[in-house]
């Protein structure tokens, strides 16, 4: 049986899998994502653009060490107007983030991709457009004690299928897109290479 890899080190990804009824083993990939996420940024790509390098990146990355393997690769990135933002480093920067987006609309880009043998087999990025509500600063407090420090760890500051949902007014987008992965294209091609059943 041909063994399916997640270029990552994410649960929440993997626990996506999982529920679709697909079996993969974590391996990270260890790539440089700020640096190159800066270099195809000052080369003018986009933030959609970008997610999908950054997810082909991790699963070549991958895939040249585990050839045997089918290796998925899989990033999100977040776009506010003209300003890109990467997972907070601090509560204090995650903060600042939540009242950056609040009463505004900023866009989720998910970038899948699928390697073996060390290239690139399919790859493709699903956007969403994520409504945040104007939340008053009592709301923030609460919201701040209630994640604690996994506000760290998504790109907007929110775990989207659990208390994250109440930042919102409305979204436009696919529901995985919006946890990291866009999970449909990703299931058609790993039936196109015989990886799912038909």
Do not use: N
């Amino acid at each position: 049986m041909t063994t399916l890899v997640l270029a990552s080190k994410s649960e929440a990804r993997r626990a996506m899998l999982e529920g679709a009824g697909i079996t993969v083993d974590l391996v990270p990939a260890e790539i440089d994502e700020r640096s190159l996420d800066a270099k195809w940024a000052a080369e003018g790509r986009s933030p959609a653009q970008i997610a999908r390098l950054l997810a082909d990146e991790k699963a070549t990355a991958v895939s040249r060490a585990r050839p045997d393997a089918y290796v998925i690769g899989a990033d999100q990135t977040l776009a506010l107007g003209q300003s890109r933002f990467s997972k907070p480093g601090s509560l204090a920067e995650a903060r600042a983030h939540l009242e950056a987006f609040r009463g505004r609309i900023h866009h989720l880009h998910s970038g899948v991709a699928l390697a073996h043998g060390g290239q690139i087999v399919a790859s493709t990025v699903s956007s969403a457009a994520m409504h945040v509500r104007a939340f008053s600063d009592t709301f923030l407090d609460r919201y701040m004690t209630a994640m604690g420090d996994r506000v760290l760890t998504s790109v907007g500051c929110y775990q989207f299928e659990s208390v994250g949902i109440q930042l919102f007014d409305r979204v436009e987008g696919d529901y995985f897109t919006i946890l990291g992965m866009p999970l449909l294209p990703l299931l058609a091609m790993l039936r196109k290479e015989g990886l799912a059943t038909p």
